[in-house]
């Protein structure tokens, strides 16, 4: 597939061949350029955990196998992943390292090695996932994980990686995530100011290893890609479009960048919900995020038409242009579907994604899957960035005992609240945690009384939130923006449950409308949510 763009000139689209006996396949470029090929195959019983490991030259020559053997999944790790280490040595695989010698284009011995993550987190029952993500720093000496939790949600953890005799050591290790949501408004008695909400799901090292590209929000309703810097905690968003935007990896010299997003995909694009901007938006968009996620991304994957890109960005335009929407890579052919993990040649001219095909994941038989890869023929990239020592401990991190107090005993979250506008007005929350397994529904509440930070747009109206995972997932708006952007949100948007595919339902409610219905206009843009009915 050849894409012809104004941004970056020619754009050549391929598959990676690979032998027809490979099962499972997963793919990233190295540090040196070569592909590592992590893959099962027919010949080993699927429960018996073997994997293989190889390295391919991107046109598929010079296949060559460098590991074979068992590579035991941790009861609560994300599956088995692949991040290379910039020493082109080892490999990180989230519960172990593979470290190959003398370097992994050469290879002639493997060994596969532990790593030992601290806390205790594999045996804390209020822990679901150890790690659901892993990244490795360039400087080969620090990680980022994601914990997840059935009290907290998610968790970062950063800490520097020792190897030891018999295996590899966390040590040091922060969480440097969130741990508060509110502080109290030093102008405004008895309200609370929103603190930024930094961690989520981490994804690449960036900055030369000082900063973090990781799934976040900021003024957004629906997830998008954010940056955190280490020393200071910073967040700077990324993505802008009002749609779903999560992962971001950054080329070699951070000027491009390939996205997870739903925006080139306008049957389930879900940007109606973040059409109309709103203050502190997350307070509502925290408790719908999963349920998005599984709109959006699983269903997609699974039976649902659609795609969740990858799409190209030049990552200036990205920051600061609203409407900016950049180039999707997928094929017109939507039947397959984006999977993680994309990677960047160090030429900064190459960048590689996995396309599973939709619904190959059936129960007994492993995923269709295979490699994809775009070459940018007339892009010129500058100089990689340099690697830099990735920050020790930063003020706001959790360190030595308090962070693992912080995990078992976290902050209680603060049920209810009033936030002013720092202009004029105010705003009113109310949340209920509820236990979305159970069926218990979590729920939140926003009313906007006059509500206005900049004196120019104002806002009046509500949003509702009920989430479950078993039963129906409700959202309701009645906004009004007045000001200098008008806009406005009259809508329902009712999910069915995890079991039923998370479907958006439009059969008719008690009241006689339809489960989901209505609009969101804002600045002459009108969206309905009749037009995403499956």
Same mark, same amino acid.
């Given at each position: 597939?050849?894409?012809? =763009?104004?941004?970056?000139? &020619? ?18 470029? =190295?540090?040196? @350029? ?30 060559? =196998? ?26 990180? $695989? ?13 290879? /002639? ?11 205790? %987190? ?26 997840? &939790?059935? #009290? ?16 590899? *050591? ?12 509110? /502080? ?60 779903? #935007? ?20 306008? &049957?389930?694009?879900?940007?109606? $919900? ?51 929407? @950049? ?36 129960? @007994? ?10 070459? *940018? ?5 500058? /100089? ?51 236990? $979305? ?16 930070? #900049? ?8 949003? &509702? ?17 007045? @000001? ?47 037009? %995403?009915?499956?």
């Amino acid at each position: 597939m050849n894409i012809e =763009t104004e941004d970056y000139g &020619r754009i050549e689209v391929a598959d990676v061949p690979l032998p027809d006996t490979l099962r499972d396949v997963s793919a990233t470029y =190295t540090y040196s @350029g070569k592909v590592f090929v992590l893959y099962r195959t027919d010949d080993e019983p699927r429960s018996e955990d073997w994997y293989h490991a190889a390295t391919v030259e991107d046109d598929g020559s010079n296949f060559t =196998t460098i590991f074979s053997g068992r590579i035991p999944q941790h009861a609560k790790a994300n599956g088995i992943r692949h991040m290379p280490f910039t020493d082109n040595r080892r490999v990180l $695989l989230g519960d172990y390292v593979l470290e190959c010698g003398p370097d992994i284009d050469t290879c /002639a011995s493997t060994e596969l090695v532990p790593v030992e993550y601290p806390w205790g %987190l594999e045996e804390d029952p209020l822990t679901t996932h150890h790690w659901s993500e892993i990244i490795v720093s360039p400087d080969n000496e620090h990680i980022a994980w994601t914990i997840l &939790r059935t #009290d907290m949600g998610a968790a970062v953890g950063l800490g520097r990686l020792r190897r030891a005799e018999d295996r590899y *050591l966390i040590e040091e290790p922060a969480i440097i995530s969130s741990t508060e949501e509110f /502080a109290p408004d030093p102008q405004h008695e008895g309200c609370v100011l929103p603190l930024p909400v930094r961690g989520g799901e981490v994804k690449q090292f960036v900055h030369g290893g000082t900063a973090i590209s990781a799934v976040g929000g900021t003024s957004g309703f629906l997830p998008d890609s954010v940056v955190q810097d280490l020393a200071t905690g910073a967040i700077r968003r990324i993505t802008r479009t009002p749609g779903y #935007d999560e992962t971001t990896i950054f080329s070699p010299d951070e000027r491009l960048g390939l996205v997870m997003t739903s925006r080139a995909s306008k &049957r389930t694009n879900p940007a109606i $919900l973040g059409l109309v901007p709103r203050p502190h938006a997350l307070l509502n968009g925290m408790n719908l995020a999963w349920a998005v996620y599984m709109y959006t991304v699983s269903g997609v994957r699974s039976f649902r038409e659609g795609n969740v890109g990858p799409v190209l960005i030049d990552i200036d335009r990205s920051m600061n242009e609203p409407d900016y929407e @950049g180039t999707p890579l997928n094929n017109p052919d939507e039947s397959w579907v984006y999977c993680s993990p994309m990677s960047w040649h160090p030429s900064g001219r190459k960048v590689m994604w996995l396309e599973t095909l939709r619904g190959s994941d059936q129960a @007994g038989s492993y995923r269709q899957m295979r490699v994809r890869t775009a070459h *940018l023929l007339d892009h010129q990239p500058s /100089a990689p960035v340099p690697t830099r020592p990735t920050p020790p401990g930063a003020p706001y991190s959790v360190i030595g005992p308090e962070a693992e107090k912080t995990l078992r005993e976290p902050a209680e979250r603060i049920r209810a609240g009033r936030v002013a506008g720092r202009h004029s007005g105010h705003l009113e929350f109310e949340r209920q945690p509820g236990d $979305l397994a159970q069926g218990h529904a979590a729920s939140s509440t926003v009313r906007y009384v006059d509500y206005s930070d #900049d004196g120019l747009d104002f806002y009046n109206g509500t949003e &509702r939130t009920a989430s479950s995972f078993t039963s129906e997932t409700v959202y309701e708006a009645d906004l009004e923006v007045t @000001g200098d952007n008008p806009g406005a949100m009259k809508l329902r948007a009712t999910w069915s449950s995890v079991s039923d595919g998370t479907r958006l339902l439009f059969d008719a409610a008690d009241d006689g409308l339809p489960r989901s219905h209505g609009y969101a206009r804002y600045r002459g843009l009108q969206m309905n949510l009749e037009d %995403l009915v499956e």
